[in-house]
């Protein structure tokens, strides 16, 4: 399943496998753990991005 965010762009449904305490880093703020993993990673990526 997808769907577009506020951006318009396309959110991809996926399962991932995560190190038990990297998990559990991401959710001890809560709600929303899942939007600010997708913000680490597209910051990583873009940055990556802009390497080349």
Request: aromatic share 6%.
């Amino acid at each position: 399943m997808s769907c577009k965010n506020g951006r318009g762009l396309v959110k991809q449904a996926v399962s991932l496998r995560l190190d038990a305490d990297g998990f559990a880093w991401l959710k001890k703020d809560g709600q929303g753990y899942q939007t600010r993993a997708n913000r680490m990673l597209r910051e990583r990526m873009l940055k990556d991005l802009e390497g080349r």
